[in-house]
């Protein structure tokens, strides 16, 4: 069964104290692996689409990694608009499908 | 304007009503996606459309009904609410090329009593 673990749960940070958001997952094969944000009444926002084991992006304070087990979101030098809940999702390979499997999320505050 | 507009943005009804959502896009995508949000679990796929006439279930369909009126419009039907149906619920968009990132529209909070 495909499945997306992301940790911590929740995490806060000082502005300016930098540190990393973990999704690890179980698939059948990746299509792709998505980063997104979402801000309280509002719907996910996509940051990052990463395909393969070794490639990198990064946007702003962001940069998100990926290995064949786990993706991290690496958060340098955060402010306090960065606050949100981070959701990682993966698209298995295969079968025709489309469906995104979804963590948890993590929940981070940045303090001023 | 937002490229993926769910109307409405809040409801409470009651018990046994019948209730449909509904998502408009203006990015010209082939996919449509309904998705359910609870607190403490991650977006569960409900259905998804490839284009007008194409309606796949998700993981999650039963007491759910869509319908794919146009390329840019998608809804969603609770024939008889419950309680148990009380979410967020999301519309999604993608490109018709495979991998491409979903776009979500700001969702509907649905309140069942």
């Known amino acids: 069964e495909d499945q997306v673990t992301q940790s911590p749960e929740a995490l806060r940070l000082q502005e300016g104290e930098s540190s990393s958001l973990n999704c690890s997952y179980t698939?059948?094969?990746?299509?792709?692996l998505f980063w997104y944000r979402q801000d309280p009444g509002k719907g996910p926002e996509f940051l990052f689409t990463?395909?393969?084991a070794g490639e990198e992006k990064e946007k702003e304070r962001l940069k998100a990694t990926l290995t064949k087990k786990e993706s991290f979101l690496h958060i340098t030098a955060p402010k306090p608009e960065d606050s949100a809940t981070y959701l990682c999702a993966v698209q298995p390979r295969g079968g025709g499908s489309e469906k995104l499997v979804f963590g948890k999320g993590t929940k981070l505050t940045v303090n001023p | 304007d937002a490229d993926v507009t769910q109307t409405p943005r809040n409801r409470i009804t009651k018990t046994g009503k019948r209730i449909m959502l509904e998502c408009s896009q203006t990015k010209g995508h082939d996919r449509m996606y309904w998705y359910r949000q609870d607190p403490g679990l991650g977006l569960q796929l409900i259905y998804y459309s490839f284009d007008v006439k194409d309606i796949n279930k998700g993981e999650i369909s039963d007491g759910y009904s869509v319908s794919r009126q146009a390329q840019a419009k998608f809804s969603l039907s609770l024939e008889s609410a419950i309680p148990n149906q009380t979410a967020l619920y999301f519309c999604?968009?993608?490109?018709?090329?495979?991998?491409?990132?979903?776009?979500f529209g700001d969702g509907t909070r649905l309140s069942i009593l």
């Open positions: 990463l395909y393969s």
């Open positions: 698939v059948s094969g990746l299509r792709g």
């Open positions: 999604a968009t993608s490109d018709l090329r495979s991998s491409q990132p979903q776009h």
